[in-house]
């Protein structure tokens, strides 16, 4: 048998029963009693019960784990003449955390270099712990502050070690060692035990750093400096500085990393100036990146970087100018003082305050009688209209310079020159399509005209195309009529029959039918000695200005002639029978009420204002630009500037 007991005094282990298959009715024969013959003083067994106890206290597990015992049961209660049997109990004692951690020693010593990589392991330290288990398990920290701010420690779950990591980066030029007093602790106590404690233990480490040859530092990590634009080449933009950490102190040279950064800047190599090589320009390339790199004299394998970025100041360099990408579009009824377009202008250069621009006509040109332009104060300016009307048939483009200034020290100025152009626009100011109305304006015709010229175009070309797909897939029949006199071929196999064969048939049927036509006084134009009666717009009736030439009693109604003709067609025999086409100019008997044309009051002049058809819409805008054209040409001829000049 076994089994598993704590270590506490008198405390039952195990009940053994022993059976007998005597009477228990005849004497003693089946009374048991039993004893202990081997685990003693160890453990005891109670006669009766066959209960095994400990008999000692304070068994230590460390000191021995396993037990054997043996016990006897014997009859006749236990007298001399019994019989009796034995069995064995194997006892294993249980684990209680009833040990603290000990370091082995009290003071430990560790070497590590300053190259030593943060956070990654440098040394360990392991502390013993008699107990099993979660009793046995440790968990160390280092007390002081000074230890602590510099490196940590975690326990090694496999191990139960100690392992000691960098924080901060060594530096054996300011500190050359570190004391750290390490505490190992049982996170699990048992408070059973609490009065054998306390279950921790302290050991003090010792580090030393040890001196590594290390590149240079830089006394910053990212460098900014500045430098005007326009600089003269050579002209200084900064210094950097680095320094050897290692107690010789070697001395430092410097260089630029060329790979990212064009020949803009050069560096003295002893001292780390850094000058100019070409002249910058702002408005091209307003910062500069390097990479600077330094090394040490005596070992130049050993090389540290550090950025440097380099902005380049402004200076009034650039004059203003306004954009001129697209032309400002001039109503053509705009009326005198009216805004035709607020415009302002774009600089270059880069003001700390924000851009000031002033604008003005230029001062050796003559007064504009067309424009004018008036200086907002808020770096913008409206240009204005100083007269009546404009016509795109008369001039379509204008040409307007304007004289920027801007607000820099010094002062620099501009020209620039906006291109206005004429437009008609639609009531509130809309403007129509100015590309697509050039032509239509000079050619006198509306866009409604020029679709449906477009359209007719397209209808006829569409027709054509029809015609020609089915004339080329209309088949001509292989048997060609009898009736068709102009492809009445006859055919002969003999070799000639004299002038017999030529009377077989009318040779004149096979003459070209237009040869035939010949022969007769074409049928579309008038006879000699007829003249038809013709009205028209350059005719008049008779008696009201006719020519005098007109034989009035051989003239004929055109349409006598007309059917005359046609007649004579169809009664003709001597030529082929197919159709023509008859053509015959007839303009009709005229209109009894005359001529309305307007062309002969084109000099009456009214004295009517026909602004107001400006209001009726875009269907009597043409009708009010032909009226109003040649108000406009006079009023400008007299009219007055509607603004004192400005220019200057």
């Not at 006394?219 to 080449?233: C, G, T």
């Not at 050069?266 to 910062?287: C, F, H, N, Y």
């Not at 028209?536 to 003709?565: H, M, N, W």
Request: overall charge negative.
């Amino acid at each position: 048998l076994c089994n598993v007991v704590p270590l506490f005094s008198r405390t039952s282990v195990f009940q053994v029963t022993a059976t007998d298959a005597d009477d228990p009715t005849y004497g003693n024969s089946a009374r048991v009693v039993y004893s202990i013959l081997q685990g003693q003083p160890y453990f005891s067994v109670d006669p009766k019960t066959g209960i095994i106890r400990t008999a000692l206290a304070g068994m230590d597990r460390e000191a021995r784990e396993h037990y054997t015992v043996v016990i006897q049961a014997k009859d006749m209660a236990g007298q001399v003449g019994g019989l009796s049997g034995s069995t064995t109990v194997n006892i294993t004692l249980t684990d209680v955390n009833d040990n603290p951690p000990n370091f082995p020693q009290k003071n430990y010593q560790l070497y590590v270099p300053e190259s030593a990589q943060v956070g990654k392991p440098v040394g360990k330290i392991r502390a013993t712990d008699e107990d099993l288990g979660i009793n046995a398990e440790i968990k160390y920290s280092i007390m002081n502050s000074e230890g602590a701010t510099t490196f940590s420690i975690h326990t090694d779950r496999d191990t139960r070690e100690g392992i000691i990591s960098l924080k901060k980066p060594l530096n054996f030029e300011k500190k050359k060692s570190y004391t750290l007093h390490i505490e190992a602790v049982n996170p699990h106590l048992d408070p059973r035990f609490s009065h054998l404690g306390p279950y921790k233990d302290t050991a003090t480490l010792k580090i030393t750093v040890g001196d590594v040859d290390e590149p240079p530092v830089f006394s910053m990590d990212h460098y900014i400096l500045d430098v005007y634009e326009n600089s003269p080449v050579g002209t200084e933009v900064g210094s950097v500085t680095a320094h050897d950490p290692d107690s010789k102190n070697s001395p430092i040279r410097y260089f630029i990393d060329r790979r990212n950064e064009d020949s803009y800047f050069s560096i003295e190599a002893d001292s780390g100036m850094i000058r100019t090589t070409q002249v910058l320009d702002r408005e091209k390339t307003p910062w500069h990146n390097l990479s600077v790199s330094a090394s040490e004299v005596d070992n130049p394998s050993f090389l540290s970087h550090v950025p440097v970025t380099v902005q380049v100041l402004d200076k009034n360099d650039n004059p203003p100018e306004i954009p001129t990408d697209e032309d400002i579009i001039v109503c053509e009824s705009i009326r005198p003082g009216q805004v035709i377009q607020t415009i302002s202008a774009v600089d270059k250069d880069d003001f700390a305050n924000g851009q000031h621009f002033s604008f003005s006509l230029p001062s050796w040109m003559p007064i504009n009688p067309n424009f004018t332009l008036k200086d907002n104060g808020d770096s913008t300016a409206s240009i204005v209209a100083r007269r009546r009307r404009f016509s795109r048939l008369a001039q379509e483009l204008y040409s307007l310079p304007i004289v920027v200034h801007d607000g820099g020290e010094p002062s620099l100025s501009g020209t620039s020159t906006l291109t206005l152009r004429v437009c008609p626009c639609q009531r509130g100011g809309r403007t129509k399509t100015c590309q697509s109305e050039a032509f239509l304006l000079s050619a006198g015709l509306s866009t409604g005209a020029l679709i449906a010229i477009l359209l007719c175009v397209l209808i006829l070309l569409s027709i054509v195309i029809l015609f020609i797909t089915l004339r080329r897939s209309k088949k001509e029949p292989l048997i060609i009529s009898e009736e068709d006199v102009r492809e009445n071929v006859v055919t002969y196999d003999d070799e000639g029959g004299g002038e017999e064969d030529t009377e077989a048939f009318d040779i004149t049927a096979l003459r070209n039918p237009a040869a035939a036509e010949e022969l007769k006084f074409r049928r579309d134009v008038r006879p000699d000695g007829v003249r038809p009666r013709i009205y028209g717009p350059g005719y008049c009736q008779p008696g009201r200005g006719s020519p005098a030439s007109l034989d009035t009693e051989a003239e004929l109604d055109v349409r006598d002639f007309i059917k005359q003709r046609l007649d004579e067609a169809d009664q003709d025999t001597s030529v082929p029978p197919y159709d023509s086409l008859q053509t015959y100019a007839y303009e009709g008997q005229g209109s009894p009420t005359g001529s309305i044309s307007s062309l002969g009051s084109a000099g009456v002049r009214s004295d009517q204002d026909y602004n107001f058809l400006d209001d009726w819409g875009p269907e009597f805008q043409k009708l009010a630009e032909l009226y109003s054209a040649e108000i406009g040409a006079e009023s400008t001829e007299t009219e007055k500037p509607a603004y004192p000049d400005t220019q200057k």
